[in-house]
């Protein structure tokens, strides 16, 4: 007998809990005083994501940033030390 599949026309369990995500609203001062006192591992910092610019130290400069929510500018993100270089 053939396993009955999620219409077309109805959003998944995990597009439903994306959306939610994606409507809360603080997310990055949150995740930024976070960030400040404590060492978030990878982990869990993995699903930690959100929109917005960033601030990112790099020797002797620092640049801004737009964090799309990838994992490329999460790592850039919740690596980095506010106040410190990479």
Same mark, same amino acid.
């Given at each position: 007998?053939?396993?009955?599949?999620?219409?077309?026309?109805?959003?998944?369990?995990?597009? $439903?809990? !994306?959306? @939610?995500?994606?409507?809360?609203?603080?997310?990055?001062? =949150?995740? %930024? *005083?976070?960030? #400040?006192?404590?060492?978030?591992?990878?982990? $869990?910092? !993995?699903? @930690?994501?959100?929109?917005?610019?960033?601030?990112?130290? =790099?020797? %002797? *400069?620092?640049? #801004?940033?737009?964090?799309?929510?990838?994992? $490329?500018?999460?790592?850039?993100?919740?690596?980095?030390?506010?106040?410190?270089?990479?």
């Amino acid at each position: 007998m053939p396993r009955a599949t999620p219409s077309a026309g109805f959003p998944t369990m995990r597009k $439903i809990a !994306r959306k @939610l995500y994606r409507a809360i609203p603080f997310k990055q001062p =949150a995740y %930024e *005083t976070l960030r #400040r006192f404590l060492s978030v591992p990878e982990p $869990i910092y !993995r699903h @930690l994501h959100f929109r917005g610019v960033i601030d990112v130290a =790099a020797e %002797e *400069t620092s640049f #801004r940033m737009w964090h799309h929510g990838y994992q $490329i500018e999460n790592e850039v993100f919740w690596s980095e030390r506010p106040g410190k270089p990479m």
